[in-house]
């Protein structure tokens, strides 16, 4: 991968991970317990805060998966793939740019015959 290509995925992973850490800073989980809701008002708000709560812990994941792949790029360690160490395809990379392993390793973790670092 040349330094022209690697300087694009860092400007997108940069963008990317601020906009992740606008939206993750725009999250309010608080309850508002100022009045007594309804059984049926108090389970939808339940499984609202819930939701959201799910979304944030992925997007948590996300941004340290993109934090890492910053750090690949910095350490001149990326584009391979964590486990077998073969370059990551650049339609990969394009398409996920915190890939950090190969289709087919990745396809191990997904099957739980790997186990992520």
Known sequence: MNKTELKKI??????????????????????????????????????????????????SRQLALMDEALLRIDDGEYGECLNCNIEITPKRLAAIPWARYCLNCQELVEKGMLDED
């Not at 850490?21 to 608080?30: A, F, I, P, Y």
């Open 10 to 59: 860092k400007e997108r992973l940069l963008t990317d991970r601020e906009a992740l850490v606008s939206k993750l800073s725009g999250n309010d989980l608080s309850v508002d317990d100022s009045e007594t809701p309804d059984p049926v008002d108090l389970a939808v708000r339940n499984y609202s805060k819930n939701v959201m709560l799910a979304v944030s812990e992925n997007d």
